[in-house]
């Protein structure tokens, strides 16, 4: 019994995690937790020298305190309160609106598009689901919109911004599979795109077949003068659509980091706010508290983390997975893949996505490794960025899929009076179908994926 157990305890070590994680506690304090009392039952049974414990603190200090890419993540967390806090996200919805009201389905359309652009550097996607639910979805609502349509297209648009970059997800998906924040940034904004071109897509398709879906803005709606419209413009939309594209484009053409390109976009942040007249003290002090709190709990968790995988990987748990796998008939390389997939998508109903990176990432990313994916994706430097973006596309999904999904959850605390739980159900049907095409799309042609890192020559 005593060999039994010495030999499974990683695999016991990461049940436990789970069991004790349902039960309500802090994902950080519980994968720390795990890792002291794991590190004491493997010293106990002769497995884990005790002495090596003291290496979780160097890796602590050394993979996140120091950290040169995860400096980037306070910065970009601070440049999305900003944007929030200044009121640039309600100047822009306003913007994108009058941009797109002869469109059909218009409104959601800029809906789209707004989450799209705003919803990355939030961040967060409980803080962008609730912003464009308390901002948007009574617009849409009173302008006539069927309200599954309208629930639907801000839960989308609130959980695509994990995806599109600068996302902070990706900047932490980046440290945990040993590829730069670059190129994941680039191998995740075709993917994005695809996904957003399908939902506006879908959009304007049902506007079209039913147009009482979607009715028409009129066109007294809006600037009714050139200079009223460009007024508009110059204010709502264009100041953070250059913003964006100074922070993407920095990166993308090498000439800043993510952690200097965060700088700039938080410079750029409170140059929007001086501009439009609410850069207060008020402003700035809610900004940087709401920033705090984030960073708080994001770093806590990676710490926890740090210790919960280096004890796991002590114990022989990349082995004793795969062995564990091929005891399920799961071992040739499509078959772990689809696994993986499955697994990240049920870990998106009760967890955060930082909580599966860091519980998933570490474990499983060794063992993908050591597959040979290169005829599927012509070299196997390839592989990490294309499986990195695969668990951001199933993140998308599985945050939004009934009945557990977490958008659900938070949607539900921020709709107006009327919406049921079934109403937010139903309205997430067609966009996490279309979600599972660009998923499927994603894996069965790569170069969606590898194309623009591809041609950035960030894959040489």
């Known amino acids: 019994m005593i060999d039994w157990f010495a030999d499974n305890l990683s695999l016991i070590m ?77 100047d822009m919805l306003s913007a994108t609106e009058i941009l797109l009201k002869r469109l059909p389905g218009g409104l959601a359309v800029a809906v789209m598009v707004m989450g799209t652009i705003l919803a990355a550097p939030i961040g967060v996607v409980g803080a962008a689901v609730v912003l464009l639910s308390l901002i948007a979805l009574p617009q849409m609502l009173n302008a006539g919109y069927n309200k599954h349509l309208a629930i639907g297209t801000v839960a989308s648009a609130g959980t695509l911004g994990i995806l599109i970059p600068p996302a902070i ?48 803005l009129p066109d007294s709606f809006g600037p009714q003068t050139r200079a009223e419209f460009w007024n508009v413009m110059l204010r709502g939309l264009l100041p953070m659509t250059f913003l964006m594209v100074v922070v993407l484009g920095s990166i993308f053409t090498g000439w800043a980091t993510a952690t200097e390109s965060a700088g700039v976009g938080v410079l750029g942040s409170f140059m929007l706010a001086a501009i439009n007249k609410r850069l207060t003290f008020k402003m700035a002090n809610d900004a940087i508290r709401s920033a705090c709190r984030a960073n708080a709990m994001v770093f806590l968790i990676f710490l926890g983390a740090t210790g919960f995988s280096y004890v796991f990987r002590s114990l022989g748990g990349d082995d004793l997975m795969i062995a564990t796998l091929a005891q399920f008939g799961i071992d040739t390389k499509w078959e772990i893949l689809i696994f993986l997939m499955v697994l990240v998508f049920l870990l998106g109903f009760p967890f955060e996505w930082i909580e599966i990176c860091l519980i998933v990432l570490p ?24 499986f990195g973006t695969l668990v951001a596309v199933n993140l998308q999904t599985s945050f939004m899929t009934p009945p557990f999904g977490a958008t659900l959850f938070y949607m539900k605390g921020t709709v107006p009076p009327g919406i049921t739980m079934g109403d937010i159900y139903k309205g997430m049907y067609p966009f996490v179908a279309l979600q599972i095409i660009g998923l499927v799309l994603c894996i069965c042609y790569p170069e969606i994926v590898l194309w623009l890192p591809r041609i950035a020559g960030m894959l040489d």
Do not use: Q
């Not at 998906?173 to 879908?202: K, Q």
């Not at 005829?375 to 592989?383: I, P, R």
């Open 363 to 386: 474990v499983f990313t060794p063992i993908l490794m050591k597959l040979d994916f290169a005829d599927h994706l012509g070299d196997k430097a390839y592989l990490m960025p294309w």
């Open 169 to 216: 997800m990706l900047v932490v998906m980046a440290e945990m599979l040993n590829t730069s924040a670059g190129t994941l940034f680039a191998a995740a904004t075709m993917p994005g795109l695809l996904l957003s071109g399908l939902y506006l897509i879908y959009i304007i398709v049902i506007s079209l077949i039913k147009p009482s879906y979607a009715p028409r």
């Open 14 to 90: 990461f049940c436990a995690m789970f069991i004790v994680i349902f039960c309500g506690f802090p994902v950080a304090f519980v994968m720390g937790g795990m890792a002291i009392v794991f590190a004491v039952l493997g010293w106990a049974v002769d497995v884990f020298p005790i002495v090596t414990i003291s290496n979780i603190l160097l890796r602590m200090w050394g993979g996140v305190a120091v950290d040169p890419v995860l400096v980037s993540i306070p910065m970009f967390i601070f440049m999305g309160s900003i944007l929030e806090r200044s009121g640039s996200a309600k």
